[in-house]
């Protein structure tokens, strides 16, 4: 099994995805967030990369069986019922409902991976349940990180590595590429205190700065959306869900 | 000091050079033997992306002032005087000549750094000579790795890693993104044996299946090149060399 990291969407090579399961990671918040909601029970998670494309779906759904959902730099959008924070998810407010989502970076990213075989939404909030499904298919993974500002960007790496790092434990001759063993390697020197390198983090520093410690810990906090996500045909579904 | 690091040419975003030093390093090999051949004495290394653009260069200089050096994919070029081996680039072969090079990776790397206000040129081979010069400047720093193929390669980010370590040492307030963090940490944790982290390099790997052990073990010996080379004009020249 191959497994090659990218630390941008937009540096994943032409044909790297094809027959290939792609694996999209965006840490601070975008993937924790939608895993959040599913977790929660809402019905879909429907990804626009502009705000207007989010606006216009709308359109197409009943008052009340949708919700508005994401943002633009940190910030919620304004007429938006809902903003980036997976705190917001609650079972209450999503229960039912298709949640139409726009984020600066993340759904860019889910959108850069259609053209693989498969696409599983990822994030450290689920890295065992995405960890097990990978090592029970028999693809060749490529880890799609969000990154910032279209930038390499820690915490999605390090969560790329705790997948990784899982999965060298349950798969014999797996194949890294040079980042895969680099994430690998930083997961492992920092997994008793994920904080304390992350907090070196362009990423972590801004949303510290926005007074938004209580999702990064929430983000941070491994396994607490114990569940499998694919994106298809458009829309963003629970697979699988973990038992407790 | 601001210090950013992209782990490929094609990452650095518009304007991110400007009235920035830009770091070109590409360890296994160009930029090793480019600083190789400077400090055996050739009077200078022109570089070129195309191998059709170092013929057309050479028709301007007179015979036995040129040496046409470089290779593609790892193989020397036919019809070249010189490959991309830095153990080619003896005193007795280069001393006082023009090298007019073409290599698959780091020249492209060059020429993507020319926006930059001032382009330096390095490997692991000049690490402490980089350090020293870029702490006596006051200019925020962009490391340009050549990475492999167009993807992050860990000999590259390892080198800029070794110089913002003594960076760090040196200058008060560095201001490092995510990336430079994670080549720090790297270099740090893998110092005492480079070759122990970059045996799982690809690009390690593609060089001892080609037989070319000895060169590795010369692009990774610190300081072996002790100089500060320059790229301007088209241009790349010894500006510092270290008294030893």
Chains 1, 2 share one sequence.
Request: hydrophobic content about 45%.
């Amino acid at each position: 099994m191959k497994l090659s990291v990218y630390a941008v969407p937009d540096s994943v090579a032409d044909k790297a995805l094809k027959d290939k399961i792609a694996v999209v990671i965006d840490v601070l918040r975008a993937t924790s967030t939608i895993l959040a909601a599913l977790v929660n029970g809402c019905k879909e998670v429907i990804p626009a990369v502009e705000i207007e494309e989010v606006i216009n779906m709308s359109k197409n759904y009943e008052k009340d069986s949708y919700l508005l959902c994401g943002e633009r730099n940190i910030q919620a959008i304004d007429g938006f019922h809902l903003s980036n924070s997976p705190l917001e998810y609650t079972a209450e407010r999503v229960s039912g409902k298709t949640l139409l989502m726009t984020t600066t970076n993340g759904t860019s990213a889910i959108k850069k991976a259609v053209d693989a075989r498969e696409v599983i939404i990822c994030s450290l909030t689920n890295v065992d349940a995405t960890a097990d499904y990978l090592a029970s298919q028999d693809n060749d993974v490529v880890f799609i990180c969000a990154g910032t500002d279209n930038k390499f960007s820690m915490d999605d790496v390090i969560a790329a590595g705790a997948v990784i790092s899982r999965l060298s434990d349950k798969v014999e001759n797996l194949d890294l590429d040079d980042l895969a063993v680099v994430a690998m390697s930083m997961y492992r020197s920092s997994s008793d205190d994920l904080h304390n390198l992350l907090k070196h983090s362009l990423h972590y520093k801004r949303m510290m700065e926005a007074g938004l410690e209580e999702d990064i810990r929430y983000c941070l906090t491994l396994n607490s959306a114990p569940i499998v996500a694919v994106y298809k045909d458009g829309v963003i579904k629970t697979i699988h869900k973990v038992l407790k």
